[in-house]
T-cell receptor, first 117, second 114 residues
């Protein structure tokens, strides 16, 4: 069965510093996709970044990058130059094929990031 | 931009009431999903639908049903609400046919059952 593990319930970082949020996954499917979402206190889930299992390079989106280590089955999110607005809960997720027509996401339990000035 | 809307941000209901949570997306997505989110448990899939009138159970379907009469609308139904269904409910959609497996989420509904 597919599984996503986030072992850090909470992380604290100072403004302008970089922070890494850990994510490990387990799947026997050779084709998969990994996502990171941000959830501020308002509740909406905001898509941040995506990495496909066959992508040769690590994904980057602005201040977000995904440190993809396939052999170790890890997909850590790196946020550079943290800002106060980065304070939120962060979820790692993996695409799961449900049937021929449908896919869904399975989520980790999340990491709460707190950025201080 | 994809837009997914949910009928209520906050809802308070009494035990035993029938509750409808509505979700609408405006991007012609085939797949729609209902998740519930609880502290320490992350998001768990309740039901999903891959086409009109097609639905399948997710990981925690007990106590819930769904309806998808039109492509853009996916409803979650609590037939007889119970206090253990107090939670945050998130709707999402995607279109695998477009080659984009990103799920787009609505703003969520915080349901309290008293």
């Amino acid at each position: 069965a597919q599984k996503i593990t986030q072992t850090q319930p909470g992380m604290f970082v100072q403004e302008k510093e970089a922070v890494t949020l850990d994510c490990t996954y387990d799947t026997s499917d050779p084709s998969y996709g990994l996502f990171w979402y941000k959830q501020p206190s308002s509740g909406e889930m905001i898509f941040l970044i995506y990495q496909g299992s066959y992508d040769q390079q690590n994904a980057t989106e602005g201040r977000y990058s995904l440190n993809f280590q396939k052999a170790r089955k890890s997909a850590n999110l790196v946020i550079s130059a943290s800002q106060l607005g980065d304070s939120a809960m962060y979820f790692c997720a993996m695409r799961e094929v449900l049937n021929q027509a449908g896919t869904a996401l399975i989520f980790g339990k999340g990491t709460t990031l707190s950025v201080s000035s | 931009d994809v837009k997914v809307t949910q009928s209520s941000r906050y809802l308070v209901k009494r035990t035993g009431e029938k509750v409808f949570l509505e979700c609408v997306q405006d991007m012609d997505h085939e797949n729609m999903f209902w998740y519930r989110q609880d502290p320490g448990l992350g998001l768990r899939l309740i039901y999903f639908s891959y086409d009109v009138k097609m639905k399948e159970k997710g990981d925690i379907p007990e106590g819930y049903s769904v309806s998808r009469e039109k492509k853009e609308r996916f409803s979650l139904i609590l037939e007889s609400a119970s206090t253990n269904q107090t939670s945050m409910y998130l709707c999402a959609s995607l279109s695998p046919g477009q080659g984009d497996y990103t799920q787009y989420f609505g703003p969520g509904t915080r349901l309290t059952v008293l």
